[in-house]
């Protein structure tokens, strides 16, 4: 697989929330850390996206908003 993205983080599905139309999918990098992903529920169906399964993160944005106290 290429892609043009060049963040790309190797998770494990942790949850998957299914609603009418999306699913939010929270994944568990290696460190521990958590990330949260939002994909249609067709799309969940269609990866097979369940507890455990191995799936890479994909991560391509034009803007990265930062914060601080």
């Given at each position: 697989m290429k892609l043009s993205a060049r963040n790309m983080l190797d998770c494990t599905v942790k949850?998957?929330?299914?609603?009418?139309?999306?699913?939010?999918?929270?994944l568990t990098?290696?460190?521990?850390?958590?990330?949260?992903?939002v994909v249609t529920l067709a799309s969940a169906e269609a990866l097979d996206l369940q507890p455990g399964k191995a799936?890479?993160?994909i991560l391509k944005a034009s803007n990265v908003m930062l914060a601080v106290e």
């Open positions: 949850s998957v929330t299914t609603g009418a139309v999306n699913a939010e999918v929270t990098l290696s460190d521990g850390q958590e990330l949260v992903s799936v890479k993160a």
